[in-house]
């Protein structure tokens, strides 16, 4: 038997960091929503009881560091799945980009082998799983738009942005997310209102939703890659209604409401950086099938 399943993308709107908890993570609070790149996950029955990864990506790892392989090895001890699968990922998101590659192609393992192997799980729990492999994989379970909290496990569905067109640009460089938030001074921080953007959606306001795009970690990221500075600045230049980093980096998003500007922002963009993308917003959570 051979399933499908997508893993998006994901932005976000606003990334807040509260505090480093006792545990070790930090205390964040995320809006975050779903874009139209995404992951292709084929999954396949396997005679032999082994997980089996299959990617052309050097990028990607084919043994445990695969956070889809931790999925299925998760799901095959919590309920003694004594079958095999080969997990195969069309890779369309960048890697190591801010944009939850990774984690969605281990939620998408999760709802694929939930199918699959007959498991009858639903995606509350899929989600309450997910939160063993990653902080970000239970809001890809859900997909669509939400508040993550804790250390993004805690999950609030919100309404869908207002519908606009996304640019993406993501420079050559790496980044590092451990890094990152060891940086991050959370005292200093210029921290983003959470409330006002979940307004902005109530309302699906979009120039509210521009006004009140933030990231407390994009300082930190632009101090140390002037590369990610030279794209917010260029894809403001070019026409984007409002621009910011996902996550930890490197990736820039813009917000375009009118069609009209995209292609030349597209066009700008690729002068200078060679990953640039032009998606819509889903937005709607996912269903089980």
Request: net charge neutral.
């Amino acid at each position: 038997m051979k399933l499908m399943e997508k893993a998006p993308a994901k932005i976000n709107l606003a990334l807040d960091v509260l505090y480093k908890r006792p545990d070790g993570y930090h205390e964040v609070e995320m809006v975050m929503t779903t874009v139209d790149l995404a992951d292709r996950i084929e999954l396949s029955d396997l005679s032999s009881n082994e997980i089996r990864i299959i990617s052309h990506n050097r990028f990607v790892p084919d043994d445990n560091r695969n956070l889809a392989y931790q999925a299925a090895a998760l799901l095959k001890e919590r309920y003694n799945v004594r079958t095999g699968v080969s997990i195969a990922i069309e890779k369309n998101i960048p890697v190591a980009a801010g944009l939850a590659g990774g984690s969605s192609d281990a939620a998408a393992a999760l709802r694929g082998l939930n199918r699959l192997w007959k498991l009858g799980l639903s995606l509350d729990e899929l989600a309450e799983l997910g939160a063993e492999i990653g902080s970000d994989v239970p809001f890809c379970v859900y997909g669509g738009t939400a508040l993550a909290a804790g250390r993004g496990e805690k999950i609030k569905h919100l309404p869908v942005p207002p519908k606009c067109w996304i640019i993406l640009a993501k420079p050559t460089i790496g980044v590092s997310t451990a890094d990152v938030y060891r940086k991050l001074n959370v005292a200093d921080a210029d921290h983003p209102n959470i409330e006002e953007m979940i307004s902005a959606l109530d309302q699906s306001d979009y120039r509210k939703v521009c006004s009140n795009l933030k990231n407390v970690l994009e300082q930190v990221t632009l101090h140390t890659n002037p590369e990610v500075a030279l794209i917010k600045d260029q894809m403001k230049r070019f026409g984007a209604d409002a621009v910011l980093m996902s996550g930890s980096g490197p990736t820039v998003f813009g917000l375009v409401e009118h069609e009209s500007r995209v292609q030349r922002i597209y066009n700008g963009l690729r002068g200078f950086c060679d990953q640039v993308y032009t998606v819509r917003i889903l937005g709607e959570r996912n269903k089980l099938e």
